[in-house]
């Protein structure tokens, strides 16, 4: 992915095309960073198991270790804050950058769609839904705010120099060196400089401004960043501080107010799948004789109780349910050697203190509930507020896809709807050559 971003820098003529390479670019080194840096401690890890020893990092197995969730961000604003004679009066030069953020969480690194920011924006608005699957309690979300200014005139026209040199061996060595030499002589009157004069003095391609490489493409400068972690979860819009790491006098700067607002979610693996499930006996009333059959479910904050589990597959609506929190109690008591042993699960219902006794029908399976209860709370009180309640997250949007257009090289450029940064200044004699060309090659 690296090479082929690489490749598609450096044969970009038109600045769209070579920002969005260049930010494909920057993010794959990201990627390429974070997977090199898991590999090292995959090494490290080795070697000190080699060596009898454990990595300080690791959990030894009778410690349990807390289940994954996934993570989302979306609703990205970063507010901008111009000075009056900029945004008010509109006075000034017209400063415009391009930015987009980068989203790392782990080895999962992602990037948003760029913005074009100028003074006529108060906000950077990102609308890309950002989800990060298999995150443990103590991730770290880091984001990263790029810029790259736009003052730099990037007016190769429609054809770059690769273009040119294709161009005159298509078309035929006649008519094909004077298509190629109109062309540089049209690029070398424009707003193109390449240090030694216009391109293309000598009909040859000698003066000719050299490809398009990612040492010449649009730079990317880190602006700002923060980090977010569990504490920041919260189902609903938040302001956080972002830290800025460039000044205000980089031609890439554009006037943050030094905050980013967003919303950030979780959604625990406890909180949306079954943790475990089976047949149970419930007592209801004090009346020892008063129990119920039913089939359990434990998953997130409840333990649904069905009447059977047809009911369940059926997605009927359970009998009951016993609330689940991070208060539960939870203990069991050995009746006699024969029976099952009885869960005892004191919880509040409706501000009141209940206690539910429960009983497994197969002596083995009070032990595997107990120890999925256990595992449960503990995973509750690793995610913390995230296990409150379920935190709705919104399914990412398919990413917009660049769209290529196809067709001659005559059509991309004498076609009167190519974009502003096409050549404008063709002359009659090029447009005829290429006419002819393409009329008798049809």
């Given at each position: 992915m690296r090479e082929g971003a690489s490749k598609l820098l450096a044969a970009c003529s038109q600045r769209e095309q070579a920002l969005e390479a260049?930010?494909?670019?920057?993010?794959?080194?990201?990627?390429?960073?974070?997977?090199?840096?898991?590999?090292?401690?995959?090494?490290?890890?080795q070697v000190l198991q080699r060596m009898g020893r454990r990595p300080s990092d690791d959990v030894p197995l009778h410690e349990r270790l807390p289940c994954v969730g996934k993570v989302a961000i979306s609703d990205l604003r970063i507010p901008l804050m111009w000075k009056d004679s900029e945004y008010f009066k509109n006075k000034g030069e017209l400063h415009r950058c391009a930015v987009f953020c980068l989203l790392q969480c782990g080895t999962e690194i992602y990037d948003t769609d760029l913005v074009i920011v100028d003074r006529t924006l108060t906000d950077i608005c990102f609308e890309d839904t950002i989800l990060f699957n298999e995150v443990g309690p103590g991730f770290q979300l880091r984001v990263e705010l790029y810029s790259s200014c736009l003052a730099e005139d990037f007016s190769l026209g429609a054809l770059g120099p690769r273009r040119l040199s294709r161009l005159g061996g298509s078309l035929g060595r006649s008519s094909g060196k004077k298509i190629r030499a109109a062309l540089e002589s049209a690029a070398g009157c424009g707003s193109i400089s390449n240090g030694g004069g216009g391109a293309g003095a000598d009909g040859g391609g000698?003066?000719?401004?050299?490809?398009?490489?990612?040492?010449?493409?649009?730079?990317?400068?880190?602006?700002?960043?923060?980090?977010?972690?569990?504490?920041?979860?919260?189902?609903?819009?938040?302001?956080?501080?972002?830290?800025?790491a460039a000044a205000e006098d980089s031609p890439f700067w554009v006037p943050l107010y030094g905050n980013m607002c967003c919303?950030?979610?979780?959604?625990?693996?406890?909180?949306?799948?079954?943790?475990?499930?089976?047949?149970?006996?419930?007592?209801?009333?004090?009346?020892?004789?008063?129990?119920?059959?039913?089939?359990?479910?434990?998953?997130?904050?409840s333990l649904f109780c069905y009447q059977s589990q047809e009911d369940l597959e059926s997605e009927e609506q359970p009998l009951f349910t016993i609330p689940i929190n991070k208060d539960t109690l939870i203990c069991v008591s050995e009746r006699e050697p024969l029976q099952a042993q009885s869960i005892y699960i004191s919880t509040q219902y409706q501000g009141e203190d209940v206690t539910y006794t429960v009983t497994t029908h197969v002596p083995d399976d009070a032990q595997r509930w107990m120890e999925a209860f256990w595992q449960h709370f503990y995973d509750m009180s690793q995610w913390r507020q995230c296990c409150d309640d379920l935190m709705k997250i919104e399914m990412p949007s398919p990413r917009k896809s660049i769209t290529v257009k196809q067709g001659s090289l005559y059509h991309e450029i004498v076609t009167p709807s190519t974009p502003s940064l096409v050549i404008q200044d063709l002359s009659t004699e090029i447009r005829a050559l290429l006419s002819s060309y393409y009329r008798e090659s049809y």
């Open positions: 260049s930010k494909s670019l920057l993010t794959c080194n990201a990627r390429i960073l974070a997977l090199l840096s898991q590999l090292q401690k995959m090494r490290e890890a000698g003066g000719a401004s050299p490809p398009l490489s990612p040492d010449l493409g649009p730079k990317y400068h880190l602006l700002a960043h923060t980090t977010l972690r569990i504490e920041h979860v919260q189902d609903s819009f938040k302001t956080h501080d972002l830290s800025l919303r950030l979610v979780a959604q625990p693996l406890c909180m949306i799948q079954q943790v475990i499930s089976g047949r149970l006996k419930v007592k209801l009333g004090e009346d020892l004789n008063c129990w119920d059959n039913t089939y359990g479910v434990l998953r997130g904050t």
